[in-house]
């Protein structure tokens, strides 16, 4: 029901003039035509206002405050990685915090202690192999995490087991025409 129909339903009690016919129903229609214009308005602004809803423009904005556009690969990624970097505030610091702090880079990231005074791993446990864009996330993390910790990045690379669990000869892996960079992004 558009908003023509819904004054139309307000006013038609009333009986002051023909809402169906004639001046009545025609001034209604316009006027309800550009409430329904307005109402859309409205909608697609509350859309890009809301970071879980928004598409393209709001996300925009949201960046726009941030210091660096988080890296995302897709739309609910950069939402994702948007929320996380306006949770960053002095009380981040615990592990859980830090690692949910991560996801800011767009690309899931776990930083666990090593057990070694001021020093701290981060690994991509998503990804084999080097990230795409690696010195941009590290530069990212390293924004990040408190300055004072040393970083070591783990990288995961594909196992020889994983490999012959996938795989039950090399002919399959011809077949598909890998690279051996995309073996090591291959997720079964």
Wanted: aromatic content about 10%; overall charge negative; glycine content about 6%.
């Amino acid at each position: 029901m558009g908003y023509a129909d819904y004054l139309k339903s307000l006013l038609r009690p009333m009986r002051l003039y023909n809402v169906d016919d004639g001046p009545g129903e025609c001034e209604l229609a316009a006027d309800g035509a550009e409430l329904d214009a307005v109402f859309g308005e409205l909608a697609g602004v509350e859309t890009e206002m809301l970071l879980p809803t928004a598409q393209d423009a709001g996300l925009a904005k949201y960046e726009d405050v941030l210091p660096y556009h988080p890296s995302y690969i897709t739309l609910d990624d950069r939402r994702r990685a948007i929320m996380a970097l306006l949770r960053i505030d002095d009380c981040s610091f615990t592990p859980d915090a830090l690692n949910d702090t991560l996801s800011g880079c767009g690309l899931k990231a776990v930083v666990s202690e090593t057990g070694e005074r001021c020093k701290v791993r981060v690994s991509f446990p998503d990804n084999r192999g080097v990230p795409d864009a690696f010195a941009e996330l590290k530069v990212r993390i390293e924004a990040i995490l408190p300055c004072h910790l040393d970083i070591e990045y783990y990288i995961i690379y594909i196992t020889w087991q994983e490999l012959e669990n996938w795989f039950i000869t090399w002919g399959m892996v011809e077949d598909m025409h890998f690279t051996w960079d995309a073996i090591e992004r291959y997720k079964k």
